[in-house]
């Protein structure tokens, strides 16, 4: 049974920077792509960023400010938030790429 676990989300101020982690179970990161996905209240969950075996997407909005990586011995994917703005709040998703494999989500708040 595969697992994701996020964590790593909180409350900053515009700029600021925050660290999420998801730890996977189950199945092996290095392996498999995983993408972290956000969602806001009324709206849909929306894809933020994905990391396969040898690439990295972006979506343009956080290009330049989000870096995902992988940590194969922790079986951990990482997304390093820098220069957050508040449009960043909601709840972010670990997913396991083109399957209904989710995580229990973090929350991201960012002030202005």
């Known amino acids: 049974q595969v697992q994701l676990v996020e964590s790593g989300g909180g409350l900053v101020q515009a700029g600021g920077s925050l660290r999420l982690s998801c730890a996977a179970s189950?199945?092996?990161?290095?392996?498999?792509?995983m993408a972290w996905y956000r969602q806001d209240p009324g709206n849909q969950r929306e894809s933020v960023a994905r990391?396969?075996?040898?690439?990295?997407y972006y979506e343009d909005f956080v290009k330049g400010r989000f870096t995902i990586s992988r940590d194969n011995a922790r079986n951990t994917v990482y997304m390093q938030m820098n220069n957050l703005k508040p449009e960043d709040t909601g709840v972010y998703y670990c997913?396991?790429?083109?399957?209904?494999?989710w995580g229990q989500g973090t929350q991201v708040t960012v002030t202005s």
């Open positions: 997913n396991l790429y083109s399957t209904t494999v």
């Open positions: 990391i396969g075996h040898d690439s990295e």
């Open positions: 189950g199945v092996v990161a290095e392996f498999a792509t």
